[in-house]
């Protein structure tokens, strides 16, 4: 399936409407999205689009096989300690969610590290209005040991917080573990959704 950059939106006013099933990636900086997307539609430069200046404080969307689009939202974390980014950041994505388009949000966690407050309070609210799959990413960084432990505490703390009927999936770019059957997932949702309507009446 071919895929390519459509447009990007800086402002919630900017959002375009593409007419189609959209699936959203979302995630601290450099927890890996970019590398996913690549790897998701097997083009290795895709979501190079999305890394140039500027960009990485916007909504970048792409076309998947001309049925679904897949948008990268800009990535959280850096934000904290600014109030105005924060804010902006904050209208954009929150203008992004209230569109009746978006099917599911891939929430994108570093293997490396427990999820912590900021990312469980963002879980929560936008569990509250979306399907969500967790992404665990870079698991190559982990020993078998490791990764057990990692499972075991994603559990737990989507448990606590309520989360527990969401799927986790597990990848590595490197190994390309977990992107198959992603993509799988993926494709199942935009063939459920493409039954329904995309705006209301
Ligand atoms: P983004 O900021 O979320 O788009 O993150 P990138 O996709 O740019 O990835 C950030 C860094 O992590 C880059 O150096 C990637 O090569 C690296 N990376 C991404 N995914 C993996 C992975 O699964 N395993 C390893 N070892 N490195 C990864």
Redesign the pocket.
Known sequence: MNSTYITSAAKAEQLPDLGKPEIAFI?R????????LNLLVGQRNL?RAS?EPGRTRMVNFFDWGQKLILADLP?YGFIAANRIVQKDWTALVQGYLERPQVKALICMTDGRRPPNEEDLTLWRDLAEFHKIIFVV?????LNQSEREKNRREMQNLLAFNKLKNAEVYY????KRTGVDELRKVLLAICEETQSEPLLPN
């Open positions: 995630g900086s450099n927890v890996g999205k970019s590398t996913l979501a890394r990535g990413t870079k698991i190559d960084k990848t590595s770019a490197t």
